[in-house]
């Protein structure tokens, strides 16, 4: 099984022309066979998450309504949305912030869910430091709109007041 993992984690990812349809058919084979099996949906949510090619933002946003995802589970919530945003960082970091905004607007979302999974899904965003300053001003932009939110959960408002000083 791990053979097979690391081939389909392989082919998203190549740069091959003309194998995006054939990553479509393996992950739809996939999840077809595993839909039933949580842990393995949860890998098949990290997969294409973590997909590196262009349009991977549209890709997690499509997942979003997908019949695997639900957001007030937490475990959906790491495998799609956590995933994409720690280990995706061509797509998370796109050049327009719409990374940041996407983070930012799951994170209020989830504040009124779970604030203490809203909370630890900050992690990206509270590096800010660590980036060039194009890229850090828009994670520090969204951070702030994070804590000007109103019904801002306690959880929440620690972690991002204590990333913006």
């Given at each position: 099984?791990?053979?097979?993992?690391?081939a389909?984690?392989?082919?998203?990812?190549t740069?091959v022309?003309?194998?995006?349809?054939?990553?479509q058919?393996?992950?739809?084979?996939?999840?077809?066979?595993w839909?039933q099996?949580?842990?393995?949906?949860?890998?098949?949510?990290?997969?294409?998450?973590?997909?590196?090619?262009?349009?991977?933002?549209?890709?997690?946003?499509?997942l979003?309504?997908?019949?695997?995802?639900?957001?007030?589970?937490?475990?959906?919530?790491?495998?799609?949305?956590?995933?994409?945003?720690?280990?995706?960082?061509?797509?998370?970091?796109?050049?327009?912030?719409?990374?940041?905004?996407?983070?930012a607007?799951?994170?209020?979302e989830?504040?009124?869910?779970?604030?203490q999974?809203a909370?630890?899904?900050?992690?990206?965003l509270?590096?800010?430091?660590k980036?060039?300053?194009?890229?850090?001003?828009?994670m520090?932009?969204?951070?702030?709109?994070?804590?000007?939110?109103?019904?801002?959960?306690p959880?929440v408002?620690?972690?991002?007041?204590?990333?913006?000083?």
């Amino acid at each position: 099984r791990t053979r097979f993992i690391s081939a389909l984690v392989s082919l998203v990812n190549t740069p091959v022309a003309g194998a995006a349809p054939l990553a479509q058919e393996a992950l739809a084979t996939f999840y077809t066979r595993w839909k039933q099996e949580p842990l393995a949906v949860n890998l098949w949510l990290q997969i294409q998450a973590g997909a590196m090619p262009p349009g991977g933002l549209e890709r997690v946003q499509a997942l979003l309504n997908h019949e695997a995802f639900d957001m007030r589970n937490p475990n959906k919530v790491r495998s799609l949305i956590g995933a994409f945003c720690s280990i995706n960082a061509v797509n998370f970091h796109r050049a327009d912030g719409a990374g940041y905004q996407f983070l930012a607007d799951k994170i209020l979302e989830l504040n009124k869910l779970n604030p203490q999974i809203a909370a630890r899904q900050l992690t990206p965003l509270t590096r800010w430091r660590k980036y060039p300053a194009q890229a850090a001003a828009l994670m520090k932009a969204q951070l702030q709109r994070i804590k000007d939110a109103p019904d801002l959960s306690p959880d929440v408002f620690e972690v991002v007041s204590k990333s913006l000083v």
